[in-house]
């Protein structure tokens, strides 16, 4: 089992960032490709970024390229989520996931295996 908890997530307005944290505990954190995803309300949730089990690779959705930036530490069991120019439409409930050790950049919901629960980020225009 790994448990995982958001942080950093808030108010934010346009044009603004934010740097959320997930941290890890249980299983070996570093054995695992992590993964942020976002859902807005009434839309399905939406996958944002992954990192490779030893950070050599790193894949973004094309709506935040260039914006965000993933990172993990494995020595302190936490990945981050770097978010700048923030955009009204980045207003969503984060979550980080674990994978589930098929994949080497995980990019759909199916493909992980133990999620957060989540952190709010508002972005106002």
């Not at 839309?43 to 990192?51: G, M």
């Not at 950070?55 to 069991?77: C, E, P, Q």
Request: glycine share 12%; with cysteine; charged share 15%.
């Amino acid at each position: 089992q790994v448990q995982l908890v958001e942080s950093g997530g808030g108010l934010v307005q346009a044009g603004g960032s934010l740097r959320l944290s997930c941290a890890a505990s249980g299983r070996t954190f570093s054995l695992y490709a992590m993964g942020w995803f976002r859902q807005a309300p009434g839309k399905e949730r939406e996958f944002v970024t992954t990192i490779s089990w030893r950070a050599g690779s790193t894949y973004y959705s094309d709506s935040v390229k260039g914006r965000f930036t993933i990172s993990r530490d494995n020595a302190k069991n936490t990945v981050y989520l770097q978010m700048n120019s923030l955009k009204p439409e980045d207003t969503a409930v984060y979550y980080c996931a674990a994978g589930s050790g098929g994949s080497w950049l995980p990019k759909s919901t199916s493909e992980y295996a133990y999620w957060g629960q989540g952190t709010q980020v508002t972005v106002s225009s």
